[in-house]
Nanobody, 113 residues
Framework: VQLQASGGGLVQAGGSLRLSCAASGDGARQGLMGWYRQAPGKQRELVASISSGGITNYAASVRGRLTISRDYAKNTIYLEMNSLIPEDTAVYYC????????WGQGTLVTVSS
């Protein structure tokens, strides 16, 4: 399994970004996919996930501002990030769970105040 994430960057508070993660290999279609983030000095936490059937789950802190979606034809997930706040600053990691846990390389999101 390989996960290729992209789309991080620097944005002002209130702005928007979109992250993408393309999956390849076994489980790319069947697995539960999601985004986690890790801020400096903090533990990695779940941001949002989406099942193979399209069921989504969000952390309370991002619900209503961030939206996860999945393109099954491209085996790609997206994270639309709106109304960003400085507390969203973190390295974001793509994750696939299918018989095991797989991680993409992190992509840094920095939200300035």
């Amino acid at each position: 399994v390989q996960l290729q994430a992209s789309g991080g960057g620097l944005v002002q508070a209130g702005g928007s970004l979109r992250l993408s993660c393309a999956a390849s290999g076994d489980g790319a279609r069947q697995g539960l996919m999601g985004w986690y983030r890790q801020a400096p000095g903090k533990q990695r936490e779940l941001v949002a996930s989406i099942s193979s059937g399209g069921i989504t789950n969000y952390a309370a802190s991002v619900r209503g501002r961030l939206t996860i979606s999945r393109d099954y034809a491209k085996n790609t997930i997206y994270l639309e990030m709106n109304s960003l706040i400085p507390e969203d600053t973190a390295v974001y990691y793509c994750n696939l769970r299918y018989l095991d846990w797989y991680w993409g390389q992190g992509t840094l999101v920095t939200v300035s105040s």
